[in-house]
């Protein structure tokens, strides 16, 4: 069979054998996952057919960036506490250098002629789909050290710019389900199918003034929300179906919980008149299509999410009206019984959080007119 691989990508090859499990997937089988997301090819760790090559030492565990960042840099290791955990062999001719190298990372020794990258001197990378800044993780895997590296490869795998319920209230119970789910084999689609059927349920409970219950399939709903992203990076079983599932559902449902809150206030005696509901809902249902506008039309404009232009942005991602900040006004206000006031205190968040939006746009504008670049705050 002809080699398809472009001669200038290396194959991935792994050195010695890891028997530890993280996220219920030997060393191995993580990093043939990694590579095969990179678009990379991978050997197993006897194969030698030439071409540049990743040695990869199986005694570790890292953050899938690092993988692609050796990928571009041909003559580069990277090391933890001065040992060998990926190095870049670019000679494409030379199969014994591979072997030769193969045999230094195996005995812990930086093999000759490489440039070295200590992990401890690592510059913090910008990941532009979490919105975050960080040093990617790259660590020694044993038995002793596994919850830490699979909470190491959690936190790596978590949004930083999110809403303050993901952000602050529910990462350790999203860590809980992700590793019973990664435990048990349950796949993120199962997750995110799970969850779209308590999205739906909770809707139907809003619309019959079941507010509490509703609330409460909600939040399961919630945190499953961010579970079976953190579960499908952890795993590396990300898919164009579970990403159209996820997001399809994030986006189109939170109109409905609205307007099925607003229906069910007549079972509370609270509803609103035709008029104010309305209007409630105008300006609610019209706030958030007009917002995800912005934020496209700023990504297409900059290049960039509008919520890490720059850390003031950033903050207000916390609080914008999105599903989780509307879900706290709306129990904030059930909770000393007036549900009606909660929907009403949504439209009026959305219409506030809208004039932000606009207000971003306009200075980003203005900015760039002026000649100012528009750089994120992540990338420093």
């Known amino acids: 069979m002809s080699d398809t691989r472009a001669p200038d990508r290396p194959t991935v090859q792994m050195v010695g054998h890891n028997p530890v499990l993280l996220w219920g997937m030997d060393t191995a089988e993580r990093t043939r996952r990694i590579a095969a997301a990179a678009g990379l090819a991978f050997a197993p760790s006897e194969a030698a057919d030439g071409g540049p090559r990743l040695l990869v030492d199986a005694g570790y565990a890292f953050d899938p960036a690092w993988l692609r960042t050796l990928a571009a840099r041909p003559g580069h290791v990277l090391t933890v506490a001065g040992k060998p955990v990926i190095a870049h062999v670019a000679d494409a001719d030379a199969d014994a250098a591979h072997a030769h190298a193969a045999a230094d990372i195996a005995s812990g020794r930086i093999p000759a002629g490489l440039t070295v990258m200590p ?75 799970v969850g779209a059927l308590l999205c739906v349920a909770t809707t139907i409970l809003f619309a019959y003034g079941q507010y509490w219950l509703g609330l409460a399939l909600g939040l399961l709903f919630m945190v499953l929300d961010t579970v079976d992203g953190k579960l499908a990076r952890c ?30 206030l007549y079972a509370w ?76 205190a949504v439209a009026w968040w959305t219409a506030i959080s809208l004039v932000v939006h606009l207000s971003q746009m306009a200075q980003a504008a203005i900015s760039r007119l002026r000649g100012r670049p528009i750089r994120s705050w992540l990338d420093g």
């Not at 795993?235 to 809150?261: E, R």
């Open 269 to 344: 005696g609270l509803e609103l008149s035709p008029p104010v509901f309305t209007a409630t809902m105008a300006v609610i249902i019209g706030g958030y299509i007009a917002q995800r506008l912005i934020e496209g039309a700023f990504i297409a404009l900059f290049g960039m999410h509008i919520h890490v232009w720059r850390k003031i942005d950033s903050d207000f991602r916390l609080v914008t009206a999105r599903r989780n900040p509307n879900v706290v006004i709306l129990a904030g206000f059930l909770a000393v019984g007036r549900p009606d006031l909660s929907i009403v």
């Open 119 to 193: 992990h401890e001197r690592g510059g913090a990378m910008v990941n532009d789909e979490l919105r975050k800044r960080e040093v990617p993780f790259a660590t020694p895997l044993t038995p002793a050290t596994v919850a830490a590296v699979e909470r190491a490869s959690y936190v790596g795998a978590y949004k930083g710019v999110t809403d303050v319920l993901t952000k602050y209230l529910w990462p350790e119970w999203a860590l809980f389900l992700t590793r019973r789910c990664a435990a048990s084999g349950i796949s993120p689609n199962m997750v995110s199918t």
């Open 235 to 264: 795993t590396i079983t990300a898919s164009k179906w579970g990403h159209l599932l996820d997001h399809g559902v994030d986006l189109i449902h939170p109109p409905f919980w609205y307007v099925a809150w607003a229906l069910g």
